[in-house]
Nanobody, 125 residues
Framework: VQLQASGGGLVQNGGSLRLSCTTS????????MVWFRQTPEKEREFVAA????????RYSDSVKGRFIISKDNAKNTVHLQMNSLKPEDTAVYYC???????????????????WGRGTQVTVSS
């Protein structure tokens, strides 16, 4: 399974960006798609998750109400619409996939077998 992420860039405070992650194929081992983000000062942080088979969705508290994760089954693509962006959202965003069943485990990066290259999101103040 290969993941291709795109859509990062530079945006002003309060602006919007849309990230996309396309998977080469969907399997049980990649049934949960997740976005993480990381800065040099912090550990990798869970952002949002979605499952291919039942549309279960989870967000971190820091992005709830501002970010929307969605999927396009026909294109094997997951999107992350990021609205009302803040400077603290600045990070490298990573798309990942794994067979995570327990929703309480969504935020553990060790649960994911597949990772895309990160895409930089920079929010200027």
């Amino acid at each position: 399974v290969q993941l291709q992420a795109s859509g990062g860039g530079l945006v002003q405070n309060g602006g919007s960006l849309r990230l996309s992650c396309t998977t080469s194929r969907r399997t049980f081992s990649s049934s949960t798609m997740v976005w993480f983000r990381q800065t040099p000062e912090k550990e990798r942080e869970f952002v949002a998750a979605i499952r291919w088979n039942d549309d279960d969705i989870r967000y971190s508290d820091s992005v709830k109400g501002r970010f929307i994760i969605s999927k396009d089954n026909a294109k094997n693509t997951v999107h992350l619409q990021m609205n009302s962006l803040k400077p603290e959202d600045t990070a490298v965003y990573y798309c990942s996939a794994g067979s995570v069943v327990a929703t309480t485990s969504y935020g553990d990066p060790r649960k994911y077998s597949y990772w895309g290259r990160g895409t930089q999101v920079t929010v200027s103040s």
